[in-house]
């Protein structure tokens, strides 16, 4: 039996997915001109610009928690190479696809420019463990990052559901702040200069986007999002956060515009995916059928939106443009980007997905019906074979 989906948690990712696309197109150019400009608490509007980057530790937050409540019964006796196999190859559908077709055109775009061992390292989702100079598509660094993630989730969740939930507690929260603090005093470290560990000052900011770090930061969320998954599933717990929904939401906020809180917005961020696993304002402004929408398409855009800007850039203007025909060029493009994705989404996302998870049904109803078939079956045998039958989004 297919999980039921928590149509608010669909829809912050649409929401998400808009705040990358403000970020990548709009940040610099507005942090740039707000330089020149004196107003009433600039420093802390210019912090909440500046904290665009927890959009995608919410993410991996996200993924995390959707990955529990799809898998974690299935994972219930443990790990086996059928159910890892089965797991990896739907993630693989799901996002493998649409990102080959993206590098595809981003690197028709960069040419003659793009270098063979540039696009190798993006065509195996490893420009994570490399530096920015590695990126075709400048957004794909935290799918490699998830991509990572996925080879070790199913591990992290067979070990943390053995755990009482009092354990899991303790060891997130001192190996999660141990990575965020940790990432502060030191370099994110490519895979090119691994050997050049330094010591830095502590720089405030969470926002790594290759190296060491950026994985660890992958880690430091998949972790997060199993204990909130398991926070979910204590229904005591969770009706306490729901009445405390508002508060919790509004230090949320008041977190991006403070900057030493940049430790903390992490927890509070997986608060607030509890929040909206309730019935409350917050959620059903998510489950409102345009946020709803946006969600859907919020893949697609997340990977299309530098894709249509850089065409734009290619194609029709040169980057050296005033600051009000950017904010113009910004509205126009984000339009397309819109458009753009909904008709990936639309003609290639659910027709390709929707080919390849037949292509895996059937593999697994013939797996399980091999299994079915022999007399000899364990206990764990017979739970792989149950859930190889069930069909799973």
């Keep these: 039996m297919a999980t039921k989906e928590i149509k608010a948690l669909t829809g912050i990712r649409g929401l998400l997915a808009l705040r990358v696309v403000f970020d990548h197109y709009f940040e610099y150019d507005l942090l740039k001109k707000m330089e020149k400009w004196q107003f009433p608490l600039k420093d802390f509007v210019v912090c909440m610009i500046e904290r665009g980057y927890f959009t995608v530790d919410f993410f991996f937050l996200l993924s995390s928690f959707v990955l529990c409540l799809v898998y974690e019964k299935k994972f219930k006796y443990g790990l086996d190479i059928s159910l890892y196999k089965n797991f990896m190859l739907k993630r693989i559908v799901r996002i493998y696809p649409f990102y080959l077709l993206n590098i595809l055109l981003f690197s028709a775009l960069l040419l003659p420019k793009l270098t063979l061992h540039k696009f190798i390292v993006n065509l195996f989702f490893i420009q994570s463990l490399y530096d920015i100079k590695h990126i075709i598509n400048a957004a794909t660094w935290s799918l490699s990052v998830e991509f990572i993630m996925y080879l070790i989730f199913p591990f992290l969740l067979v070990f943390f559901s053995r755990q009482k939930l009092w354990k899991t507690i303790i060891i997130v929260l001192i190996m999660t702040a141990g990575i965020y603090i940790t990432s502060q005093y030191f370099d994110s470290l490519s895979i090119e200069t691994i050997n050049k560990i330094k010591r830095i000052p502590f720089k405030n900011n969470l926002g790594d986007s290759f190296g060491v770090n950026a994985v660890l930061r992958g880690v430091s969320g998949f972790m997060l999002g199993i204990l909130t998954y398991q926070l979910y599933k204590n229904k005591t717990f969770l009706q306490k956060i729901q009445q405390f929904a508002t508060p919790i939401l509004v230090v949320t906020f008041l977190a991006f515009f403070v900057k030493w809180t940049v430790l903390f917005t992490p927890y ?50 040169e980057t050296a443009l005033k600051y009000e025909q950017r904010m113009w060029l910004f509205s126009i493009e984000t339009i397309c980007t819109l458009m753009f994705s909904y008709f990936t989404y639309r003609l290639f996302e659910i027709p390709v997905n929707g080919f390849f998870r037949k292509k895996l049904q059937t593999w697994e109803n013939g797996s399980a019906k091999r299994k079915l078939n022999n007399a000899d079956l364990s206990a764990m045998d017979k739970h792989i074979a149950k859930v190889e039958k069930e069909k799973v989004d």
């Design 268 to 317: 509070l961020l997986a608060l607030n995916i509890l929040i909206l696993c309730g019935d409350n304002w917050y959620a059903k402004i998510n489950e409102t059928k345009i946020v709803y929408t946006f969600g859907l398409l919020s893949f697609s855009i997340y990977l299309n939106h530098l894709l249509v800007r850089y065409s734009f850039t290619k194609f029709l203007y």
